[in-house]
């Protein structure tokens, strides 16, 4: 429980026993007496058991502090300028931005931005769908005649979903046949559970993909949009979303752009959020209803959260120096004559709030306040987070053209993303983007007043996962594009943690006056599971064994995808 507008945490020892044990408002149908819970028996109530089937954690804290958008206001920013700021959370912000996995993180924070919280809530939510899974096959069992199927495909996505949570946040990222043998996964869980899944085998990662592969795809068979609330159910946009992002990780393109494709219909720009870029906002409060309101078609899923981690940016740790000048307050290649995207100038105050001088952040995403004591000031922060978007399935079958050579129809798509957010921001006319344009703005290093940045090129060949087979330099400048225009779109949501996982990006973290790197194979990547788990005997990630790298004595994979010399002859730059 928060107090509105203080910066200071309330710590809470948290007990995990059960599943409701990190409900912060109430228990709900899980907490029931079995009794209660058996008088489930009609499609109706099924239905409303599974509107408590998606989790209130919040993935946005520890992707971006563990990924580059963050960066330590007390470290020295190479013209010695340093602060003292403090932290909101605790020492967990110190752990998450140090990669320290070697032992759990601090669970000393009673909100849904904590790993034990991610852990908790998934297997809560994977719980409603097993349960409602059962419910039905018991009632059509005793001869029910209602339609059962769209609840079943909701129940099958929610599980399918939560699992592929989890691979991301406490696993390694999927790679090739060898490291996903050999990774670990978590147990994939079908059948109810009363409390937090602490035992059982965990099994291999491509093990766990492959069972949420057959749970996306039994729901995908049957899935509904009816739903008094679609937007905040897997609707049939949402499920091909979710299908469009699972076969990007798991590198099957064709599959992506075929579920992109149903997602998207013929014309994607009627799913961008073209009028949200239009209009000029006076209040917060307007600028948040109006990116997470249902209405928006660009919103595939909305789920709320119990997330505090808006508060913790502008403090020690923001998206500050060159973090910013990497996302929104970075150039692009149809903006390179602003320091940032017009799309964000005309109401600047509101996109880029805080002291500028401590960083910067886009207020996509923000609390909802929910009072307990109105007197007091105290409740619960509440997020109303945009899972799947129009913006970003668009941009997943992207990357899948890129990955197939098919530039014509990746130009197409990062096109529509590129003009949704040229909407009556700017008197200037903004140029197209064009292949020709893309490939020489991601072939140098953007500068800024002579100084160079280069922070967008972040496919270094030689410091990625060598299982991604880079074939040409034009490849990799549209594959820096598309990574760009992907942490743009998901800028504090935590996405780009995934992007970076995924590539196995380096990433550089300095923390006051250490800097510390993370190489592509680094068994820091995989957040270690929490410890109220481990106690109660599930299997921990593994550790490095080395010490932590730092700058100056690191040991980084060189990898062998040497890219051919192109001359301009042999780059197509075909409109």
């Not at 429980?1 to 809470?12: S, V």
């Not at 026993?17 to 079995?34: N, V």
């Not at 007043?449 to 090129?457: Q, Y």
Request: with cysteine; glycine share 6%; charged share 25%.
């Amino acid at each position: 429980m928060l107090k509105k507008g203080n910066r200071e945490m309330k710590k809470t020892i948290l007990i995990v026993l059960t599943l409701c044990g990190m409900m912060m408002s109430s228990c709900g149908f899980l907490d029931k007496d079995p009794e209660q819970r058996a008088s489930i028996n009609s499609l109706a109530q099924v239905k409303k058991l599974l509107t408590t089937g998606y989790s209130s954690a919040d993935i946005a804290f520890i992707g971006e502090f563990s990924s580059d958008n963050i960066v330590d206001n007390n470290s020295e920013d190479g013209s010695w300028t340093r602060y003292k700021r403090d932290v909101v959370k605790g020492v967990v912000e110190n752990e998450i931005f140090a990669w320290q996995r070697d032992r759990a993180l601090s669970e000393s924070s009673g909100d849904g931005d904590m790993p034990i919280s991610i852990w908790t809530y998934a297997y809560q939510a994977i719980g409603v769908a097993n349960h409602a899974l059962e419910t039905i096959e018991e009632l059509e069992s005793n001869g029910s005649k209602e339609d059962f199927s769209g609840a079943k495909a909701e129940a099958y996505l929610i599980r399918a979903y939560h699992h592929f949570v989890l691979a991301n946040i406490f696993c390694m990222p999927y790679s090739d046949d060898s490291k996903n043998q050999e990774y670990l996964g978590v147990p994939y869980v079908t059948t109810p559970e009363k409390t937090v899944y602490t035992s059982g085998e965990r099994g291999t990662l491509k093990q766990l993909y492959d069972r949420i592969e057959e749970d996306l795809l039994m729901g995908l068979k049957t899935v509904s949009d009816q739903y008094d609330q679609p937007k905040y159910h897997f609707n049939k946009q949402a499920a091909y979303a979710f299908a469009a992002r699972f076969y990007l990780y798991k590198r099957d393109y064709d599959k992506v752009i075929r579920y992109a494709t149903m997602a998207l219909g013929s014309n994607p720009m009627s799913y961008m959020r073209t009028e949200y870029w239009s209009k000029a906002y006076n209040t917060s409060e307007s600028l948040l209803n109006a990116y997470s309101k249902p209405a928006s078609p660009s919103n595939f899923l909305l789920m709320t959260t119990n997330s505090s981690f808006m508060r913790t940016l502008c403090s020690r740790y923001a998206c500050n120096r060159q973090a910013a000048e990497a996302t929104i307050d970075g150039q692009g290649p149809t903006w390179q004559s602003y320091s940032y995207h017009p799309c964000f100038q005309k109401i600047q105050g509101l996109y880029l709030r805080g002291d500028q001088e401590y960083g910067l952040f886009w207020l996509h995403t923000g609390e909802y306040f929910e009072y307990t004591d109105k007197v007091a000031g105290i409740g619960y922060v509440h997020n109303v987070n945009a899972v799947f978007t129009g913006e970003e399935t668009l941009l997943c079958r992207a990357e899948a053209y890129i990955w197939k050579e098919d530039y014509a129809n990746a130009l197409a798509d990062l096109k529509v993303w590129d003009d949704s957010r040229k909407v009556g921001l700017t008197t200037e006319v903004l140029p197209d983007l064009t292949a020709n344009l893309l490939e020489s703005f991601y072939n140098a290093d953007v500068s800024r007043n002579g100084t160079a940045l280069g922070r967008v090129n972040t496919l270094n060949c030689d410091k990625i996962d060598p299982s991604w087979v880079i074939k040409t330099d034009k490849q990799r400048r549209w594959l820096n594009c598309v990574l760009h225009f992907r942490r743009l779109e998901t800028i504090h949501e935590g996405m780009r943690w995934q992007d970076i996982k995924r590539y196995g990006i380096e990433v550089r973290h300095k923390q006051g006056f250490t800097e510390m790197i993370l190489p592509w194979d680094d068994l820091r990547r995989a957040v270690q599971i929490p410890a109220t788990v481990q106690s109660a005997g599930m299997q921990p990630n593994p550790v490095p064994t080395t010490a932590i790298a730092t700058s100056g004595a690191a040991t980084v994979f060189k990898g062998s995808c040497e890219l051919p010399k192109e001359t301009e002859e042999d780059i197509d730059v075909t409109e």
